[in-house]
């Protein structure tokens, strides 16, 4: 698994985060996105999320066939599979001289999901769910792993999540779906709903929203260094 790291320039030890992309792998909003959590004074990896069904370094475009090909791939890849990823990106963490030990998972889309799948693993203190897709309708093939949302009780990490509005891919039904489930759980989570479309964090195209994306790196340095 070829994962990207970002280093803060201090060489304090900090806390870790993993950071989770959307279908399109490591594009160049995505590097963006790391370089701006690092130059925040964090240590963030970013896995290649599909990288058992792409040769390394693959980055597919913003097109329809790039769309096509990342929807095949989450329809693919066991969610059982992320948590091997993660407990390997754990273990790679363990030996780094910069990590304190402390973890935060964060992602967009279906990135989303796999930073609240990250807090399945004890080691994992908060999440930052953007517009996670996928966990209302249990979509993604799980295995023998179990779905996601189902598992939420299992989880000890600050959860926080933020949706748009006008998302499509998670509308009003789905978001009170997952919002009722977490309740359920009892679990710590903040919850917040934005007057925006899905993809606002990607500084490329119409969809973002630079104001909104400001807020959201505001709350993930709250959020990751006060774990």
């Keep these: 698994m070829r994962v990207a790291v970002y280093q803060p320039k201090s060489t304090k030890p900090c806390p870790a985060v993993l950071l989770y992309s959307e279908i399109f792998q490591i594009t160049a909003p995505i590097a963006r996105m790391a370089a701006m959590l690092a130059g925040q004074g964090l240590l963030v990896l970013v896995p290649e999320v599909f990288h058992e069904l792409n040769p390394a370094g693959t980055v597919l475009a913003y097109d329809d066939a790039g769309k096509d090909k990342g929807n095949q791939d989450k329809w693919t890849k066991p969610l059982e599979h992320y948590d091997s990823d993660n407990r390997a990106m754990i273990n790679f963490l363990g030996s780094h001289p910069l990590w304190n030990g402390r973890l935060g998972a964060m992602g967009v889309c279906i990135g989303g999901h796999l930073a609240l799948r990250a807090a399945l693993q004890p080691f994992v203190n908060a999440a930052l769910c953007l517009y996670p897709t996928d966990l209302h309708s249990d ?11 189902a598992r939420v009780g299992e989880m000890t990490a600050h959860l926080v999540f933020v949706f748009g509005r006008q998302d499509p891919h998670v509308p009003e039904a789905g978001r009170r779906q997952i919002q009722q489930q977490l309740q359920q759980a009892g679990v710590s ?11 606002f964090m990607r500084d490329e195209g119409e969809r973002y929203d630079p104001a909104l994306a400001l807020w959201v790196y505001q709350r993930a340095r709250e959020l990751f260094l006060q774990m």
């Design 189 to 199: 989570f903040d919850w917040h709903e934005v007057n925006a479309e899905h993809a």
């Design 139 to 149: 979509t993604l093939p799980a295995g023998n792993a179990g779905q996601t949302l």
